[in-house]
């Protein structure tokens, strides 16, 4: 039995990511020197894969693992479960599971730990817990076989799986909150409390008598940096081996050194989400004229440009290149036309154009961003007003009080389409309000209950209609940058700017 330790609860601070490697210079999977550090902008407030967020998934990968394992490209490999397979209905779920997995005070892996799991995160109230909204019961039909009763079909069930809501924790720890900072689950490494300082750094070694294919780094560590600039000098000196960076200049930085090395994944889309499409708050959204004349009044290029360094791609879908619904003719259904954009706001009946206000959050909307769409929008005669908040009363403002017509937010594009459907087009947090047509209920409706991979044509039939109704104003994808020393080879993650800690290995 595998003995674990509690460590000191701290307050978790957000900030810019390193994803490091230290001392690994010549290693190889059998070194016992081998160590690997990795940090994330989103630091988790606990270490109960209750509450895990998908963009904080290294810290909960290196204890818990999932039910399904999600490759680089965005497919599927068996992990906890061995296989999983829908009825005619595809309301239920069968899962096959291991037998040969244990919890470390030597508790077997089974099917009543996914039932306790599952239910568990479904009704714990953690940021990720609607993942798990459609799951009605988890049925035991023996150790090794569970079944997921759906109340409707869900086409991202399995991508679920393979998330935070797949994370395995040992039932028996679920009592009190001993889960917040002694993880309990089946996963590669064990935490190290003594080296562990949280809100700074987290660090893992390895589980002895894992049951999988062993991870090809002795440690593990997760570091927290406050600022870009520090991570490019931490590569370039050789303190930190490799790095993802959002900040554009910082890219240019480390691109411009001989030293560095770079690879480029675009990941995150940028752009206005419309609430109020039906104009509870801006009744000239209600209009799709007004949408559209708002699409054509954006400059994407010019903001690319000086906002990026050029660094991305101008789109105007919120599906990715990965996913079924994706349409390449679409990312340029909107040119920059103020022209049109006045015709459009003339034939919805704002000749002179009308006042729109959205929050402002300076760390996702920078003083030139907010400038640039101001100016942009000015043009047309639409007289955008920000409201500065700060992050802590943000989202009460935003999603309780529903006071915006919409905000600009940065996006992730997963290769699962059903997972955007979800969030961004169905009724729910990112909806709220409730928008939909008939084009749009009978065709969710048609992806939603069609086996996997057969409403191909309906998914590019959504995203045309939304496109052309002008239901969001994406920007552009933006390009991060994966940076590194040489030392180690890191396979980006399909859909997420965080690679899985399962895409690391020291270079060849």
């Given amino acids: 039995m595998q003995t674990k330790t509690r460590i000191n609860a701290g307050v978790a601070a957000a900030g810019a990511l390193a994803l490091m490697l230290t001392g690994c210079a010549g290693s190889s999977a059998d070194t016992d020197s081998s160590s690997l550090t990795i940090g994330t902008m989103t630091v988790p407030q606990s270490l109960d894969p209750a509450e895990a967020m998908g963009s904080a998934m ?35 779920l069968t899962l096959t599971l291991r037998e040969d997995v244990t919890f470390d005070d030597g508790t ?100 002895d008598g894992y049951w999988g294919e062993e991870l090809p780094y002795d440690e593990v560590a997760i570091n927290l940096f406050d600022n870009e600039n520090a991570i490019v000098n931490g590569v370039r000196t050789g303190q930190i081996n490799a790095a993802l960076l959002q900040d554009v200049d910082q890219q240019a930085v480390a691109e411009s050194d001989p ?38 009044a954006v400059d994407r290029e010019t903001m690319l440009e000086q906002l990026r360094n050029g660094q991305g791609e101008t789109t105007n879908q919120i599906f990715g290149p990965q996913t079924d619904a ?13 022209e049109r954009a006045r015709e459009l706001l003339a034939d919805a009946g704002y000749p002179d154009g009308f006042a729109l206000t959205l929050p402002r959050m300076s760390e996702i909307v920078s003083d030139p961003l907010a400038t640039s769409l101001q100016s942009d929008l000015a043009d047309v005669g639409i007289d955008l007003t920000w409201d500065n908040l700060d992050s802590g009363s943000a989202l009460n403002s935003i999603f309780t009080e529903q006071a915006y017509p919409g905000m600009v937010m940065n996006n992730a594009q997963p ?85 899985a800690l399962y895409n690391y290995a020291p270079a060849e």
């Fill in 326 to 338: 994706y349409d390449p003719e679409l990312d340029s259904y909107y040119d920059h036309d103020p």
């Fill in 58 to 92: 290294p810290y909960f990968q290196a204890v818990y693992d999932t039910l399904v394992k999600r490759e680089p490209d965005g497919g599927y490999t068996p992990m906890l479960a061995t296989e999983w397979t829908y009825d005619e209905s595809l309301t239920e």
């Fill in 108 to 207: 077997p892996f089974d099917a009543e730990a996914v039932k306790a799991n599952l239910e568990r995160f479904r009704d714990g109230g953690g940021g990720q817990a609607q993942t798990m909204a459609l799951l009605e019961e988890v049925e035991v039909v023996d150790a090794t076989t569970a079944v997921l009763h759906l109340e409707q079909p869900n086409p991202a069930m399995v991508f679920y799986l393979s998330d935070a809501a797949g994370l395995m924790a040992n039932p028996a720890a679920f009592d009190g909150d001993s889960l917040t900072t002694d993880p309990d689950g089946t996963g590669p490494y064990e935490l190290d409390s003594g080296r562990t300082a949280v809100g700074t750094t987290w660090v893992y070694t390895r589980a």
């Fill in 259 to 296: 030293e560095v090395e770079t690879q480029p994944q675009d990941i995150d889309y940028q752009g206005i989400i419309l609430f109020d499409r039906d104009g509870h708050i801006t009744p000239e959204l209600a209009e799709p004229e007004v949408r559209q004349a708002i699409n054509h």
């Fill in 415 to 499: 290769a699962e389409e059903w997972v955007t459907t979800v969030e961004l087009v169905l009724p729910g947090t990112f909806n709220f309000f409730g928008t939909t047509d008939e084009t749009v209920q009978e065709l969710t409706r048609a992806i939603q209950t069609s086996p996997d991979g057969e409403a191909a044509d309906q998914a590019r039939e959504l995203n045309r209609h939304l496109v052309e109704q002008g239901w969001f104003v994406p920007f552009y994808r933006m390009t991060f940058l994966h940076v590194s020393d040489g030392t180690v080879d890191v396979e980006p993650q399909s859909g997420m700017a965080v690679p």
